[in-house]
């Protein structure tokens, strides 16, 4: 680790994110007295990053100047040794010339030292090592690359990239944006939405940022569909929260509690029309105020009567008011 590598890492500007984060971990990677050669496998694991995607990066990095990679063979086993990398603030570094391939025109990033080499120099073996247009092995041939997976002769194992999608994206024939704005003008009509917005007092020529576009609209739906308010239901419970509150609301979801309490409102009233009107209680029976008659009538009836149900007082009271006849008494057993 490096502090003065990691630090220029830090100060490098206009890299997006992730190009970042895979330079940082290089220069963390970096030891003064050796360089900077860590495995793909481990800078893919430090940057939590598949290995296709480390090397889209890498040859970002290549591209602007900040790097460059140098691969490596053991030279007895001929096996491909973890690339060499040589960053941008370390003595001599040289960016990479891009040099067009002589047969198929692609840019190949070469040495520039090696395209300036003479003919018949000791390098010049390496100027005939461009990259195999079957294999891809050769000095400066990218890690990665989208041509056949045909494992390297001599290294045995492909580092070629095995492509997981298709790179060719199909255009939408509608963007999604629109399309979700046309279903929400489609459920939620200008004439109910612009209802909703009078209700609540908002200006539809300046309306606030909340209340523009589609969102809104869905907003509302889900009031419908969700909690089963009708769309006139809607309207009169934004009137009625208007009269609470003096102020417009700043959006659609400051409402939810007042159309949830409508809601609510809808479904205990519907309970009570189905329940069954309870029946009215039977008048109260009248108090008796005249008694003499009241005992009276039960004498002159054939009605159940008590012996000791009339007393001396009563039996008087009947007869002085003439509502009864001695005989009907002895015959009813009062004395």
């Not at 089963?228 to 003096?246: F, N």
């Not at 002085?320 to 002895?330: D, I, N, P, Q, S």
């Amino acid at each position: 680790m490096s502090h003065e590598a990691t630090n220029w890492a830090i100060k490098q500007r206009g890299l997006k994110p992730t190009t970042k984060i895979v330079l940082w971990h290089l220069c963390d990677r970096f030891n003064p007295d050796y360089g900077c050669f860590p495995s793909q496998d481990r800078l893919a694991h430090d940057c939590e990053i598949s290995r296709s995607t480390l090397n889209d990066h890498l040859g970002q990095l290549e591209a602007v100047g900040l790097l460059r990679r140098v691969p490596r063979l053991d030279p007895v086993t001929k096996r491909q040794l973890p690339t060499r990398y040589i960053l941008g603030f370390e003595p001599g570094f040289t960016p990479l010339a891009v040099v067009p391939c002589p047969e198929i025109g692609h840019g190949e990033c070469i040495p520039a030292e090696i395209t300036d080499m003479a003919a018949g120099s000791p390098m010049d073996a390496a100027a005939d090592a461009l990259p195999c247009p079957d294999f891809r092995h050769g000095i400066g041939a990218q890690a990665v690359s989208d041509f056949p997976g045909n494992p390297c002769p001599e290294n045995a194992e492909s580092r070629v990239r095995i492509s997981d999608t298709n790179p060719v994206r199909e255009p939408l024939s509608k963007p999604v944006k629109e399309e979700e704005g046309a279903q929400a003008r489609a459920a939620i009509s200008d004439a109910v939405f612009g209802a909703l917005l009078d209700a609540l007092g908002l200006d539809q020529a300046a309306l606030p940022g909340w209340w523009q576009g589609w969102p809104p609209r869905l907003h509302v739906q889900r009031w419908r569909d969700e909690l089963g308010l009708t769309e006139a239901e809607i309207v009169a419970a934004a009137e009625a929260s208007r009269e609470e509150h003096p102020e417009p609301p700043d959006g659609p979801k400051a409402l939810d509690r007042a159309m949830q309490r409508a809601a609510q409102r809808k479904v205990e009233d519907a309970g009570r029309k189905r329940r069954k009107p309870k029946t009215s209680p039977a008048p109260a029976a009248k108090p008796i105020t005249d008694l003499p008659a009241f005992y009276a009538d039960l004498v002159n009836s054939d009605r159940y009567l008590p012996v000791s149900a009339i007393s001396n007082t009563m039996r008087d009271a009947m007869l002085a008011r003439g509502l009864v006849t001695a005989e009907r008494l002895r015959e009813r057993g009062v004395r």
